[in-house]
Each structure stands twice: as structure tokens, then as C-alpha cells.
């Protein structure tokens, strides 16, 4: 009986291990493999600076609008130095404002109506003020009409160099370069300020052209000489 138990204990003893044995061999248990990461300080300096990853091109671009987007300043329209040693015609304003809104707050001290949002004011008329010469401008200075010359300046000076054609003032710095190489003004005012177009039709672009920033004009005659046209 004794020997029967132990035959007994140690078959099972055997198959156990048989058991195991066989798991091992049908279901292997492989380690574990674990995921490695770097430091985020390491990732950090693997990283691109971020001007590296912008495109140029992008970057100029955004340059430029923030540029654009500055808010105005108060100080005169800088004149071409080639001037400079010149007399400048005495319609063109060298301390003209360089933004709409610097315009009208100067028109309203001037005697402009206010029209709402917009101003209203009464102007040379354009055919009067580029004949205008300095000995005519000097005999007005101690008249009322000092002060109609004056803003009339202010207000074409603004157009020639903000509104006139693309606004991006190619006129008036032809006109100033050319008087700068001798050419007589009023041909210089035909060719490049005017640029085959009568007076009447540069007043009219020229109130169409006030009117979309808020400035009515109202073109006045007085009787004097007027520019000579073909």
C-alpha cells in the first residue's frame, strides 16, 4: 500500500512537471519591452528655432502690413531733396498733414462746415491755383484771400501726393523732377500734375477722389489768370 501511495504521488509529481513544461513550450512569457522617451529639455533642443520653420517670404509680408498698419503721423509731407536748392511753386504746401483725419481737424479750424462725419469747404479753383505765381501770392497775403490760397495749397498738395491716380504720388515727383532738370512749371504742371487732362476734369476727380474720405469741396473762381492748355 505504501509503495502503491508513493508511485501515486510521484505520477503526479510528473505530470505536473510534464504540465508545466508543455505551457512553457505552447505560451512563451517574452519580457516586456518598454518604451523609452526623451527628456522633454532633449526634445527641446532637437526642435527648430521657429524663424527656421517660417517662410521668408511670409515673414516680409507680415512686416510690411505691420508697418502699414502704424497710425499716422502729424508731420509735413517730406519734399524731394532735389528741391531743395529750388523755390518750390507756391501751390504746393511743404507742411501739408499727412493723414485724412489731420485734414479735416485743420479744415474745421479754418472756417470748414461741418457736414456730419465730413467737412465742407470752399477751394480755389484748380485752373487759378496752378497759374498762381509768387508775386500774384504775395499781393494776397495781406487780403482774405491769404487765407483761401492757403488751405487751396494744403488741399491740392494732399491730393497730388495721396489721391491723385494710383495715390502713390508719381505726379508730383515726376513734376518735381522734372522742374529740377529746367523744364519750365507750366509745361512740368501739363505733362506730370495734370497729364493730358483739362482743369475741369482734374476738379472733378479731384472732389470725387475728397468726398470718399469725408471732405466736400466747393471750387471757387476769382477771376485771376488761369493755366494755359492746348
Known amino acids: ?25 505552447e505560451s512563451p512569457h517574452p519580457q516586456p519591452v518598454e518604451a523609452t ?14 524663424l527656421e520653420t517660417a517662410q521668408s517670404s511670409k515673414l516680409a509680408s507680415y512686416a510690411m502690413k505691420k508697418e502699414s498698419a502704424q497710425p499716422e503721423s502729424d508731420q509735413p509731407i517730406p519734399v524731394s531733396v532735389t528741391t531743395q536748392n529750388r523755390n ?5 504746401a511743404a507742411d501739408a498733414t ?3 483725419e489731420l485734414l479735416r481737424k485743420e479744415l474745421r479750424e479754418r472756417g470748414a462746415r461741418q457736414m456730419g462725419a465730413a467737412v465742407r469747404f470752399a477751394m480755389l479753383n484748380v485752373a487759378e491755383l496752378l497759374a498762381m505765381d509768387g508775386k500774384t501770392w504775395a499781393a494776397g497775403m495781406a487780403t482774405p484771400a491769404a487765407g483761401e490760397n492757403n488751405a487751396s495749397a494744403l488741399l491740392l498738395t494732399f491730393y497730388l501726393y495721396h489721391l491723385d491716380r494710383a495715390g502713390d504720388a508719381a505726379g508730383i515727383n ?16 501739363r505733362d506730370f500734375i495734370l497729364a493730358g487732362r ?11 477722389a475728397f468726398a470718399g474720405i469725408g471732405v466736400e469741396l466747393q471750387f471757387t473762381r476769382r477771376g485771376g489768370a488761369v493755366l494755359k492748355q492746348p
Open 1 to 25: 500500500m505504501t509503495m502503491m501511495r508513493i508511485m501515486v504521488v510521484l505520477a503526479a509529481m510528473a505530470g505536473v512537471a510534464t504540465g508545466v513544461w508543455w505551457l512553457k513550450i
Open 37 to 50: 522617451r526623451e527628456s522633454p529639455l532633449a526634445e527641446a533642443r532637437s526642435l527648430r528655432p521657429l
Open 88 to 92: 518750390l511753386p507756391v501751390w504746393l
Open 98 to 100: 499727412k493723414s485724412a
Open 174 to 189: 515726376a513734376y518735381l523732377r522734372a522742374v529740377e532738370n529746367n523744364t519750365p512749371q507750366q509745361q512740368a504742371v
Open 198 to 208: 483739362r482743369t475741369a476734369d482734374f476738379e472733378r476727380e479731384m472732389g470725387l
